[in-house]
């Protein structure tokens, strides 16, 4: 079956730690998304990738690394220097860009817990 | 500056009466538009979409309704089900590739 998978599904972490948050998609799709939600705030685009080897910034990319050497994976990498890691974070991607006809579609989320 | 807003953050609605969620947006230059229904510690899911050259487009018990002079689009479902107990978002995008922009989300809570 085709779809998106994030993992792992919860991760603690200790502060000033690096973690790294897995998105694989079966899909073939060429734009992949990383979104985070926190309560009252809806969903904020961190980064974006339209092609391989290429992103963007979203509204809130500080503190956040990504990379996208293969299409069917884009890693978020969440780093000491973001200050309010806690957070459910959703892997999305969609066929082209997310205009008209492209339907975006999210994977299952992470949990990221700072202790 | 929020360009999609979702007023309510939440709506309770008897079981088999019909629930509205509404949606502005202040960019002019959006023109599609979707829903996504989202349950705790899931993904959301698509739900339904318009293009801005038209004002209605229904699947089912759902419809949305699109007033580009208003810059306001709704959410119907009915008759409204428990199972349709969500947090439901709105969202937004300019044609290109551009990364849909997110309302911050209503709650709806279906009371049998």
């Known amino acids: 079956d085709g779809g998106i998978t994030q993992s792992p599904k919860y991760l603690f972490r200790k502060e000033g730690q690096n973690v790294t948050l897995s998105c694989e998609q079966n899909l073939n799709h060429d734009a992949m998304y990383w979104y985070r939600q926190d309560p009252g705030q809806g969903l904020r685009l961190i980064y974006y990738?339209?092609?391989?080897?290429?992103?963007q910034k979203g509204d809130i990319a500080e503190g956040y690394s990504v990379s996208r050497e293969k299409k069917e994976s884009f890693p978020l990498t969440v780093t000491s220097a973001q200050k309010n890691p806690t957070a459910f974070y959703l892997c999305?991607?969609?066929?082209?860009?997310?205009?008209?006809?492209?339907?975006?579609?999210f994977g299952e989320g992470s949990w990221l817990t700072v202790v | 500056d929020q360009q999609v807003k979702q007023n309510s953050p939440s709506l309770s609605v008897q079981e088999g009466r019909i629930s509205i969620l509404n949606c502005d947006y202040t960019n002019s230059m959006f023109d599609y538009f979707l829903w996504y229904k989202k349950y705790p510690a899931e993904g959301p899911t698509f739900l339904i979409s318009?293009?801005?050259?038209?004002d209605k487009n229904e699947d089912g018990r759902f419809t949305v309704f699109l007033n580009k002079s208003a810059k306001h689009l709704s959410l119907h479902i009915v008759p409204s089900q428990p199972g349709d107990s969500a947090v439901y978002f709105c969202?937004?995008?300019?044609?290109?590739?551009?990364?849909?922009?997110f309302g911050k989300g209503t709650r709806l809570s279906v009371i049998a």
């Open positions: 990738s339209q092609i391989v080897n290429d992103f």
């Open positions: 318009i293009s801005s050259i038209k």
């Open positions: 999305a991607s969609t066929r082209g860009g997310s205009s008209s006809g492209n339907t975006i579609y």
């Open positions: 969202a937004a995008v300019n044609s290109g590739n551009t990364p849909l922009v």
